[in-house]
T-cell receptor, first 111, second 116 residues
Framework: DAKTTQPNSMESNEEEPVHLPCNHSTISGTDYIHWYRQLPSQGPEYVIHGLTSNVNNRMASLAIAEDRKSSTLILHRATLRDAAVYYCILRDPRRARQLTFGSGTQLTVLP | DSGVTQTPKHLITATGQRVTLRCSPRSGDLSVYWYQQSLDQGLQFLIQYYNGEERAKGNILERFSAQQFPDLHSELNLSSLELGDSALYFC???????????????FGPGTRLTVL
């Protein structure tokens, strides 16, 4: 799978929007962009995924650059419960079936 | 609650021993994945089963084995345990084997294994 680069850590204030960046300059045309998060002492949890267009769901929004070499996960109003490690993962449907996790971004939400 | 269950929650054992970790996937999910999370290696894929058959293998040691039973639950067997096997072991399930790159995986709460 192509490699992703994320900042090690970010901080946000409660009830403010958070923009978590991910660079994936070697993304292939068939790679899907997935985001998962892992809350403390829990298993990873699916957040959102997309291919080319921006995506919204009840948890977050995913903004994908026009050249697809970067993407941003947007939490519209951070809560203390959103403090977690966020993983940006590329998935090639033609190849590996598993998720390949990098080191992710540790998001700290300040009250 | 993801719908994936794992037992036991915690397991403490000694070096050289053998343990079995159990996973029940979400109702209707045919694919089961096992991951290991340690402090130095992060989250690493071990093995995947789909409807009873092994589908993909990752960084799984020869001392480890897994199977998926007809009722779709899965077991991960770890033998000749070493101190370095201490980790969190997660099971995940999905409807299909991530066909199309879209299907999400649902993770269980994990089993924390401590080898003394």
């Amino acid at each position: 799978d192509a490699k992703t680069t994320q900042p090690n850590s970010m901080e946000s204030n409660e009830e403010e929007p958070v923009h978590l960046p991910c660079n994936h300059s070697t993304i292939s045309g068939t790679d899907y962009i997935h985001w998962y998060r892992q809350l403390p002492s829990q298993g990873p949890e699916y957040v959102i995924h997309g291919l080319t267009s921006n995506v919204n769901n009840r948890m977050a929004s995913l903004a994908i650059a026009e050249d697809r070499k970067s993407s941003t996960l947007i939490l519209h109003r951070a809560t203390l419960r959103d403090a977690a490690v966020y993983y940006c993962i590329l998935r090639d449907p033609r190849r590996a079936r598993q998720l390949t996790f990098g080191s992710g971004t540790q998001l700290t939400v300040l009250p | 609650d993801s719908g994936v269950t794992q037992t036991p929650k915690h397991l403490i054992t000694a070096t050289g021993q053998r343990v079995t970790l159990r996973c029940s996937p979400r109702s209707g999910d045919l694919s089961v994945y096992w991951y290991q999370q340690s402090l130095d290696q992060g989250l690493q894929f071990l093995i995947q089963y789909y409807n009873g058959e092994e589908r993909a293998k990752g960084n799984i040691l020869e001392r480890f084995s897994a199977q998926q039973f007809p009722d779709l639950h899965s077991e991960l067997n770890l033998s000749s345990l070493e101190l370095g096997d201490s980790a969190l072991y997660f099971c995940a399930s999905s409807v299909a084997p991530l066909a199309g790159g879209q299907n999400e995986q649902f993770f269980g709460p994990g089993t924390r294994l401590t080898v003394l």
